[in-house]
């Protein structure tokens, strides 16, 4: 069974900043593309950001600019550095490893595989 490891949640005031790291193993996390995803409460999972094996990145609008995706292949470890956080960023987020990234041009769409992190709770105070 795959292994995604995943730290860094926390509770935070707005405007404040959070790092969320995920590690996996090597074979799975070499080359392949990474994403966080996130859950909040009575919505559906969204894709927050990816990166794929040659480190080229998407953000979902809502976080563009606040956010950074990024990966250490030393470590097998994709982070997501969150600043300026919002309340509406409170969620659980999710690490993803291994998806499938369809390029349109520059731009590419990541779809999910199975391999899932058990999730880290961010929560954001007004």
């Known amino acids: 069974q795959v292994q995604l490891v995943e730290s860094g949640g926390g509770l935070v005031q707005a405007g404040g900043s959070l790092r969320l790291a995920c590690g996996t193993w090597?074979?799975?996390?070499?080359?392949?593309?990474m994403a966080w995803y996130r859950q909040a409460p009575g919505k559906q999972r969204e894709l927050v950001a990816a990166?794929?094996?040659?480190?080229?990145?998407k953000y979902s609008d809502s976080v563009k600019d606040r956010f950074t995706i990024s990966r250490d292949n030393d470590k097998n470890t994709v982070y997501l550095q969150m600043n300026r956080l919002k309340p509406e960023d409170t969620a659980v987020y999710y690490c993803?490893?291994?998806?499938?990234?369809?390029?349109?041009?520059?731009?590419?769409?990541?779809?999910?595989?199975?391999?899932w992190g058990q999730g880290t709770q961010v929560t954001v105070s007004s």
């Open positions: 090597r074979s799975i996390f070499r080359g392949a593309a």
């Open positions: 990166i794929t094996g040659g480190s080229s990145t």
């Open positions: 993803n490893a291994a998806g499938s990234s369809t390029f349109h041009g520059s731009t590419y769409d990541y779809t999910a595989s199975d391999y």
